[in-house]
């Protein structure tokens, strides 16, 4: 029996997700839901025939969907995960899991009692080159110094994507989820502060949010690091794509030749692309000079951003058919959001947030 898969939100990640279910065989797309014609659009280029809705809860009335792929802007998350979920579906959904860490906390309560598989797009834990990344960077030593930053230069349609993004969250929530999670896998320890700042660099997003954060966390085994995230036609592509860490034994860098060129910030593909990974061994000889030269480790299993999310949505099939323990997925989900909402705090209050 194939499972029966209802997509909701065709914009640029439910695009993907839905080629994934349409590639793969052991699911089968009963249903199409957007309030605007990007389900047409997505309805013709996957060949045509998939029911339409504009209305989500009428679509999972009509299509009595196995499972539920959301990928809405957030502020819908919490209410239709939970409406799903409640409805006896899995659910895959898209980061954040909600725009509260209450409401997240609640998602994943109700996962819990009906017992329904529960899948977060954390798409960088699906990336062989972020997991060898991680990997590499476990082997520095420690204290860990990461430092981080995705600036997007946004134009025309993804403009209009942010925009409606930061009605409900800032760019450093949004996207920051992410790179906190990479930082705890990195250092698997724990914040214990961060301290944040931003700016509002236009007058097209609500008075009380800002395009531009950076925020920096201390965690408890010493390690620190901070994240910077901008979007809009004003951003800078100068340095807006760093992936960088140092430790007491040497430091690994993500070496995106396409990712990092000027034009390609706010492109999706270049967004997770890594293709090399550059390490340098701090190892010194009696003269202070290197014993060994930087090397290069090059990554030949390098993903696009279709392919990434068929393999989270393989994952997803993985966890329902194998009934998967999601309780650390989720408690990492949850978690970063945590530190991610008392980041966006520091901004507002200028001040310090313990955790």
């Not at 099939?317 to 989900?333: G, M």
Request: with cysteine; glycine share 8%.
């Amino acid at each position: 029996m194939k499972i029966k898969v209802l997509v909701v939100g065709c914009g640029n990640m439910g695009v993907s997700h839905a080629l994934a279910y349409h590639n793969l065989d052991a699911f089968e797309i009963c249903g199409l839901v957007s309030t605007g014609r990007s389900k047409e659009a997505l309805n013709e280029r996957l060949g045509g025939g998939y029911p339409l809705f504009n209305d989500y809860f009428e679509a999972l009335k009509v299509t009595q969907p196995d499972a539920v792929c959301i990928s809405t802007y957030p502020d819908t998350h919490e209410e239709y995960a939970i409406v799903a979920l409640e409805a006896g579906c899995h659910v895959f959904l898209e980061k954040p899991i909600a725009d509260t860490v209450e409401g997240a906390e609640r998602v994943v309560a109700t996962a819990a009692r009906v017992n329904k598989k529960l899948v977060v797009g954390y798409i960088l834990r699906v990336h062989p080159s972020w997991i060898k990344f991680i990997e590499v960077a476990q082997g520095l030593g420690k204290p860990l110094v990461m430092r981080m930053n995705l600036n997007q230069q946004s134009h025309g349609y993804m403009w209009d994507v942010h925009r409606n993004l930061m009605k409900s969250l800032s760019p450093i929530v949004d996207c920051g989820v992410h790179y906190i999670d990479v930082m705890c896998q990195m250092t698997r320890s724990k914040p214990v502060w961060v301290s944040a700042i931003g700016a509002r660099l236009t007058d097209d997003i609500p008075e009380g949010n800002y395009n531009y954060g950076q925020l920096q966390i201390r965690f408890e085994d010493g390690s620190v690091g901070w994240y910077e995230a901008g979007w809009g036609p004003m951003m800078s592509e100068t340095a807006y794509f760093v992936k960088d860490v140092i430790g007491p034994q040497g430091c690994v860098s993500i070496a995106g030749r396409n990712a990092g060129t000027e034009g390609h910030s706010d492109n999706v593909d270049a967004h997770s692309k890594a293709e090399s990974l550059k390490v340098h061994s701090a190892k010194i000889d009696e003269k202070n000079a290197f014993v060994e030269e930087d090397r290069w480790i090059d990554l030949s299993d390098e993903p696009d951003h279709n392919e990434l999310c068929k393999r989270e949505q393989e994952y997803f099939l993985k966890a329902i058919q194998e009934d998967l323990d999601l309780t650390d997925h989720w408690n990492d989900a949850v978690y970063s959001l945590k530190v991610a909402f008392a980041c966006d705090e520091s901004v507002k209050t200028g001040e310090v947030v313990r955790l």
